[in-house]
């Protein structure tokens, strides 16, 4: 592990911290070091407040103030360089006179993409970009699905018996484990939204919220003629498309689809899944509605065994 890589790490595990409050804005981390030694670190805590750049600044102590200009920046994210709600961190990377700053990964997001990284170097500032870009962009897989695709991050996600039917003779049936749906709640709170489909809405009438994990509940969305989820979908027309527009539109970022099998397999048959995750039970039911059939290309991530049940999650290539 090279010294850029060591500190860029550091970097992703404080970016972790903001996986609640940071929402719409990506996760970000920032490590200042001189002389190979930390004298300052922070992250994106909450939307609309300071970046990780502003917070790592802050902590440095009075005494260290004359290191910085020696010193190298580690940032995730590249730095903003433009005025939102907070001024550009690549002015005040530039105002704080640092040697170098090392980036994780380009900014997709229109305002920035690349501009802050050009305006460093304008300004003297070595800048080296890339450093375990994969896990930064990995981290922050959302944003980077939203801004370059203009959707959201999907995932689908399913449990199923042993012998692949999603319930025991066309009646539902609990696969999963209480702590499995733990795991399952867990999932939601890190996500915008959550869709099912109608025939599941009306057999299980499902909460889809996160009672049993701390966060904010998704949005709950419902995929029915007779009770659209927004006014604008037409079903005259092809749903889907209208669909990714509208959650767009509202800046949702991620959306979880915990349907049945006629909304899981409309989802793979429009390529709109960057993930899926699959419970298998060890329970054998011997009929019911088969399990979808995992989509070409995908690819299996990692796989754990939790209370007897195998939870397998399996991703496209990734970045696109």
Not at 22 to 40: E, F, K, L, Q
Not at 149 to 178: E, M, N, V
Request: aromatic letters at 8%; hydrophobic letters at 40%; proline letters at 6%.
């Amino acid at each position: 592990m090279t010294t850029d890589e060591k500190y860029m790490w550091r970097c992703l595990q404080l970016a972790r911290c903001g996986q609640q409050n940071a929402r719409p804005n990506p996760m970000v981390g920032a490590v200042i070091v001189a002389a190979d030694r930390i004298i300052g670190e922070g992250y994106h805590i909450r939307c609309g407040e300071a970046h990780a750049e502003v917070n790592a600044f802050a902590s440095v102590k009075a005494a260290d103030e004359r290191l910085l200009h020696d010193a190298t920046i580690y940032v995730s994210l590249e730095p903003c360089a433009h005025y939102g709600k907070t001024p550009p961190c690549a002015e005040l990377i530039i105002r704080k006179g640092v040697k170098r700053c090392v980036v994780g990964c380009v900014d997709p997001f229109a305002k920035v993409e690349g501009r802050g990284i050009a305006m460093l170097r304008e300004a003297g500032i070595e800048v080296t970009v890339g450093v375990l870009e994969k896990e930064c962009r990995w981290l922050n897989r959302r944003f980077f699905t939203f801004n370059v695709c203009h959707r959201p991050y999907i995932i689908l996600k399913w449990a199923q018996s042993s012998d692949g039917f999603l319930d025991k003779d066309f009646h539902a049936y609990p696969f999963s484990t209480p702590f499995t749906k733990t795991l399952v709640h867990k999932m939601r709170a890190e996500n915008d939204a959550i869709l099912v489909g109608r025939t599941t809405d009306e057999r299980e009438s499902p909460r889809l919220d996160v009672r049993h994990w701390a966060g904010r509940s998704p949005l709950r969305l419902v995929l029915d003629s007779t009770k659209p989820c927004f006014p604008e979908l037409d079903f005259s027309r092809p749903v889907l498309p209208q669909l990714m527009d509208c959650l767009y539109e509202r800046n949702v970022q991620s959306l979880m689809v915990e349907g049945g099998k006629a909304t899981l397999d409309s989802f793979i048959e429009e390529g709109l899944c960057d993930e899926i995750r699959v419970e298998t039970s060890p329970t054998v039911t011997g009929g019911g509605t088969p399990a979808p059939h995992l989509p070409h290309g995908i690819m299996l991530l990692e796989q754990q065994v939790v209370e007897g049940n195998r939870i397998a999650s399996y991703v496209f290539n990734f970045p696109k």
